[in-house]
């Protein structure tokens, strides 16, 4: 045992940050720290969200709905700054208790319906449409398991490979490797899926690769965590073949962009509240006219 090795107290107790990037929005304590109203628009769908992996599956969900006829799925997209603490507002645990992006309200429904986590909400919407989630029961069933796998694996990708690996404090050997393993693993049970079948649930393109894609299509990617090489992502070569068919989709492409507040100023659109803001409101045209 080495002299550092850290010796848990009795009792835990939050006496100071713990470092690594988001330090400063991380509390041991649920609920609202302030008041304050969520905007609303003209749209049936209000969502208040961010372009990280899981807000990006909600927004590729409505560009997917849309560009299919489903008028009625329109929607504002109002931005959620989650580093400025905005996930804390009284409007917003009001609708998400957890206190996280993306939160959803369906204002078509008296009294409204309310919606967190995203798996939620994906269900939801392909219920309401009747889209992206197979008729036939056997079929159904398996986009609702890859649906479930995702929610169940991405905290280990999210919260424990990209955690340990990008933004903690320090770079500890054996979280990384525990985590590294882990995600190794989970891209390779995605890899052996997709080897004899086209899409996550089989023939049939679903909200169950709207919710791996964000997450595990980024991965093989090389764009999240700049971990690419290190994982070694190009050898899982039918998620290579996967992540690049799903990203070719133009209403994919669209629901990336939504509430994106990083990457090239072309590539972000901050708030979308009308179908005309791809061509008018990204942030290249939005800064060209300051
Ligand atoms: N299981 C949730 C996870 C949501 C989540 O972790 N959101 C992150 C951003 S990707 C967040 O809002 N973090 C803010 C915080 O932890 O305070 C879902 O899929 O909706």
Same mark, same amino acid.
């Given at each position: 045992?080495?002299?550092?090795?850290?010796?848990?107290?009795?009792?835990?107790?939050?006496?100071?940050?713990?470092?690594?990037?988001?330090?400063? @929005? +991380?509390?041991?304590?649920?609920?609202?720290?302030?008041?304050?109203? &969520?905007?609303? *628009?003209?749209?049936? #769908?209000?969502? =208040?969200?961010?372009?990280?992996?899981?807000?990006?599956?909600?927004?590729?969900?409505?560009?997917?709905?849309?560009?299919?006829?489903?008028?009625?799925?329109?929607?504002?997209?109002?931005?959620?700054?989650?580093?400025?603490?905005?996930?804390?507002?009284?409007?917003?645990?009001?609708?998400?208790?957890?206190?996280?992006?993306?939160?959803?309200?369906?204002?078509?429904?008296?009294?409204?319906?309310?919606?967190?986590?995203?798996?939620?909400?994906?269900?939801?919407?392909?219920?309401?449409?009747?889209?992206?989630?197979?008729?036939?029961?056997?079929?159904?069933?398996?986009? @609702? +398991?890859?649906?479930?796998?995702?929610?169940?694996?991405?905290?280990? &990708?999210?919260? *424990?490979?990209?955690? #340990?690996?990008? =933004?903690?404090?320090?770079?500890?050997?054996?979280?990384?490797?525990?985590?590294?393993?882990?995600?190794?693993?989970?891209?390779?049970?995605?890899?052996?899926?997709?080897?004899?079948?086209?899409?996550?649930?089989?023939?049939?393109?679903?909200?169950?690769?709207?919710?791996?894609?964000?997450?595990?299509?980024?991965?093989?990617?090389?764009?999240?965590?700049?971990?690419?090489?290190?994982?070694?992502?190009?050898?899982?070569?039918?998620?290579?073949?996967?992540?690049?068919?799903?990203?070719?989709?133009?209403?994919?492409?669209?629901?990336?962009?939504?509430?994106?507040?990083?990457?090239?100023?072309?590539?972000?659109?901050?708030?979308?509240?009308?179908?005309?803001?791809?061509?008018?409101?990204?942030?290249?045209?939005?800064?060209?006219?300051?």
């Amino acid at each position: 045992m080495s002299e550092q090795e850290y010796q848990p107290p009795k009792v835990w107790t939050w006496d100071r940050e713990s470092g690594g990037r988001f330090a400063s @929005i +991380n509390r041991p304590i649920a609920g609202p720290t302030h008041d304050k109203e &969520l905007p609303v *628009g003209k749209h049936p #769908f209000q969502l =208040y969200s961010l372009g990280t992996p899981n807000g990006v599956k909600v927004t590729v969900m409505f560009e997917e709905l849309l560009a299919a006829g489903h008028s009625d799925a329109e929607y504002d997209a109002w931005l959620i700054n989650i580093g400025e603490g905005d996930q804390f507002g009284s409007g917003f645990v009001d609708i998400n208790p957890n206190s996280k992006i993306p939160a959803l309200m369906d204002r078509s429904t008296n009294p409204p319906t309310r919606l967190f986590e995203s798996g939620s909400m994906l269900l939801y919407l392909a219920e309401k449409f009747d889209a992206f989630l197979p008729k036939d029961h056997a079929k159904r069933t398996e986009a @609702i +398991n890859w649906l479930f796998w995702q929610m169940g694996s991405a905290p280990y &990708l999210g919260g *424990g490979f990209g955690h #340990f690996y990008a =933004y903690a404090p320090e770079k500890l050997e054996y979280p990384i490797n525990r985590f590294a393993m882990e995600v190794k693993r989970q891209l390779d049970v995605l890899d052996r899926r997709l080897a004899d079948n086209e899409y996550m649930a089989g023939d049939e393109y679903t909200i169950a690769d709207m919710a791996i894609w964000p997450w595990y299509g980024a991965l093989a990617a090389g764009a999240a965590y700049d971990a690419g090489e290190f994982l070694q992502v190009h050898e899982y070569e039918n998620v290579q073949r996967w992540r690049k068919q799903i990203g070719a989709r133009e209403p994919v492409k669209r629901g990336r962009m939504v509430n994106r507040t990083f990457g090239e100023p072309e590539t972000q659109l901050r708030e979308r509240h009308d179908a005309s803001d791809f061509e008018t409101k990204t942030q290249d045209k939005v800064e060209s006219k300051d």
